[in-house]
């Protein structure tokens, strides 16, 4: 549903969310060049980041085939294990882009990715394979808090909602290009023999894409290297995790997001209902992409190449009008209602459950893969608004650790989502060639839920959205 937080999505009430970090208007604006370059930076990182995803999740068969694994296990590669260290470190990982350079956080994150991806390419064993994918949550959980963070400190806000719509360039190009590249790299590896040489060291031929792609994420750790660090456009003070003469221990628990906890409980009636929906719809539409090649193989026949190239294709169209429409359709919805985010938001999810709930009963592939990209068209229509929600009743001083708590729920439940649907074949369908069933089952009981989650969220936030104008905010 809501598509690709990492990358923020365009706020359509940037005034207000890019006020609230504003200083006097005294303090001048860094260069729009390094501005637009940081942007450039940032989009292929984010880019590369669900290049990856994208690609990783068109191997599931060929790693099922090489490991002789179950669809739970494969579920839990492909979803649970990428996020098991981002449960660890990422909310503390995400205070360092509100205590320290922004730059040298995002360049060491898609570094590190980097790395882990082209480990992924050496690894002997499905444990070393499964090593190898758990720190890819963590290395990546502080580029949406340093993303939003940077950029709204290079911009002024009237070029707010343009800027974040140009992040999604990276969400829309990683996920489409991952279709239709990442299956045209396999069907090359498949051209080779099992096993390659990579160094002196044997590796199954599909391992070779990994490596591949590990080198677009040293790249991108480069590049950010290059960026210029903009000034922040707060005080000072607002960074200060806690008092001066505070104990260790609070030290520590306001590192680990204690502060940020605290403020999304005291607000609980807002932000609960919005962050329940979220996980839960990240739950199918995180975990559905990670089950659309096996889905396809099984059911119509379709190879990773023929369904990378109509899939791609399509989602690539369906991206770039979703985001077009979903801006469109809230900045309408403003007019006539203070809730607009929370409002907009609901009447998509509910579109999105309708295509994901069909896709799996289509006759024919074309037929599914149409409404795939259909259910990705209402997804990235639904970003900016849910996002921008988010970020209008968030305070500054917290932006970095509560839009890490955001992106948390949406990559640990969208990861748990592969391992539910691989869980449901498994042990409830049983019979593994039936995985469209598993998907159907999944798909029926968790987007409903959110869609009424969110639709409970409508009247509390209008109420926070009205306090907060009161008080000129």
């Known amino acids: 549903m809501a598509i690709a937080p990492t990358a923020p999505g365009m706020v359509a009430e940037a005034e207000n969310a890019a006020a609230d970090v504003g200083m006097p208007s005294a303090q001048p604006w860094p260069s729009e060049g390094w501005g637009w370059f940081a942007l450039a930076a940032i989009i292929f990182a ?6 990856d995803q994208t690609v990783f999740g068109m191997l599931a068969e060929r790693i099922k085939g090489s490991f002789g694994i179950s669809d739970a296990t494969l579920g839990f590669l492909l979803g649970p294990a990428s996020v098991i260290a981002f449960v660890i470190v990422g909310i503390p990982l995400a205070r360092l882009v509100d205590i320290y350079p922004r730059k040298w956080v995002l360049s060491g994150g898609i570094s590190i990715l980097g790395i882990i991806m082209a480990l992924g390419g050496i690894a002997q064993n499905f444990g070393q394979l499964i090593a190898s994918r758990l720190f890819v949550g963590a290395s990546v959980s502080a580029n949406g808090p340093g993303s939003y963070s940077m950029l709204v400190d290079y911009f ?14 990276g969400y829309i190009g990683g996920s489409s290009l991952g279709n239709i590249l990442g299956g045209q790299m396999i069907a090359w590896t498949a051209t080779l023999p ?9 590796t199954f031929n599909w391992q070779l894409v990994m490596i591949i792609i590990g080198g677009l994420g ?5 590049i950010m290297l290059f960026v210029k ?4 456009r707060s005080p000072p003070e607002a960074h200060q995790l806690v008092p001066e003469g505070a104990s260790f221990g609070r030290k520590v628990l306001a590192f680990l997001g204690f502060d940020a906890a ?3 409980w005291q607000n609980r009636q807002v932000f609960l209902p919005l962050f329940a929906a979220l996980a839960l719809s990240a739950v199918e539409s995180q975990g559905l992409p990670a089950w659309r090649i096996p889905f396809m193989k099984r059911t119509y026949g379709w190879s990773e190449a023929q369904t990378g190239a109509l899939l791609g294709s399509l989602q690539l169209v369906a991206m770039l009008a979703g985001i077009v429409a979903g801006t469109l359709f809230v900045q309408w919805l403003a007019k006539r209602h203070k809730d607009a985010n929370i409002r907009a938001t609901a009447i998509i999810f509910a579109c999105t459950t309708v295509c994901t709930v069909l896709t799996p009963l289509m006759p024919n592939g074309v037929l599914a893969i149409t409404l795939m990209s259909l259910g990705v068209f209402f997804g990235l229509a639904g970003a900016p608004a849910q996002n921008a929600a988010v970020q209008r009743i968030t305070p500054n001083e917290k932006r970095g650790q509560i839009s890490a708590f955001y ?7 969208g990861a748990m989502g592969s391992f539910v ?8 369908v049983v019979d593994e060639s039936k995985v469209w069933l598993s998907i159907l089952i999944t798909a029926a009981i968790f987007l409903p839920t959110a869609t009424y989650l969110m639709y409970r969220g409508i009247r509390p936030y209008r109420e926070e959205v009205e306090r907060l104008e009161k008080l000129g905010l």
């Open 46 to 51: 984010t880019f590369t980041m669900f290049f």
């Open 156 to 169: 002024r806000p009237l070029r707010i909602p343009l800027v974040f719509a140009l992040i999604q360039l």
């Open 194 to 202: 099992t096993k390659v040489s990579v160094l002196g060291i044997m």
């Open 218 to 222: 040293l790249l991108a750790g480069v």
């Open 229 to 232: 660090e903009p000034p922040r």
């Open 262 to 264: 605290v403020a999304i």
């Open 407 to 413: 992106l948390f729920m949406f990559t640990f439940f």
């Open 421 to 428: 649907i691989g869980w449901v074949s498994t042990y409830v």
